[in-house]
């Protein structure tokens, strides 16, 4: 820990991180401002006092650590837990919200209209809506990977199948015109859950990268012959797809 204990950019990152996945928290606790005793005024006040607290932070962290009066190991420890908890929290929160019908629900007003004059929002919530059990297999994936998340030992595998989730909800967020809402927290759960992923990004390497498979293969005198092979998938595909194309015109 004395590399992370002694970087500025470490504690800056990971305290700026902590606010930006807080605030996300925050903004789902107050459910768009229908909660009577958790009013828009108080959301949006904990959500500015928490990124202001997060922008001093890590430079009074730093300042305080160099002088040796605070142990830097607890205070990571305890912003690690927390970023964890409020990513748990609000991943779960959105799985459970489909098991009671809070989610993918379109209006009957809405759903008769032809499809033509449907938004990207409300197409993108009757097509996920038609299958029930879809639904179902979204929210335990969200439950189940959130609950790993709140332990060491399963922490990256939680972040990992979490950003798989993530990622492809963030883009269906921006191309789908959903709103902002939406997308603001797609998007702060993404960061979080990567910057979880950042934490092990040098065992990442190894495992992916640098650890030979155990896979028997075709054995090629030429290195070009091999890589020619290897690329004639990818040239052969797209071929193939051209002489589809060409049978219907």
């Not at 142990?71 to 609000?90: M, P």
Request: hydrophobic residues 50%.
């Amino acid at each position: 820990m004395l590399e992370q204990s002694t970087s500025l950019s470490k504690k800056i990152s990971t305290s700026l991180t902590l606010g930006i996945v807080f605030s996300a928290f925050v903004l789902m606790l107050g459910n768009g401002g229908n909660i009577s005793w958790f009013p828009p005024i108080i959301v949006f006040s904990l959500v500015g006092i928490s990124l202001l607290v997060t922008l001093l932070f890590p430079f009074i962290w730093h300042y305080l650590e160099q002088k040796q009066k605070v142990e830097s190991d607890k205070i990571y420890g305890f912003t690690y837990s927390t970023i964890r908890y409020c990513l748990a929290f609000n991943i779960a929160s959105f799985g459970w919200k489909k098991f009671y019908g809070l989610q993918f629900i379109v209006p009957t007003e809405i759903a008769s209209l032809p499809i033509n004059k449907l938004s990207g929002e409300w197409l993108t919530w009757f097509y996920f809506g038609h299958s029930q059990t879809f639904g179902i297999i979204v929210a335990v994936i969200q439950i189940g990977s959130g609950y790993l998340l709140l332990f060491r030992r399963t922490v990256l595998l939680g972040s990992i199948i979490l950003f798989a989730l993530l990622a492809n909800l963030t883009l269906i967020n921006v191309f789908y015109q959903m709103n902002v809402g939406a997308l603001l927290q797609s998007v702060v759960l993404t960061i979080g859950v990567l910057f979880l992923i950042s934490l092990d990004y040098k065992s990442l390497v190894d495992f992916f990268l640098k650890t030979k498979s155990n896979l028997p293969s075709l054995s090629f005198n030429s290195v070009f012959v091999k890589n020619i092979v290897r690329l004639s998938a990818i040239v052969l595909s797209l071929l193939f797809t051209i002489y589809l194309k060409s049978l219907i015109n």
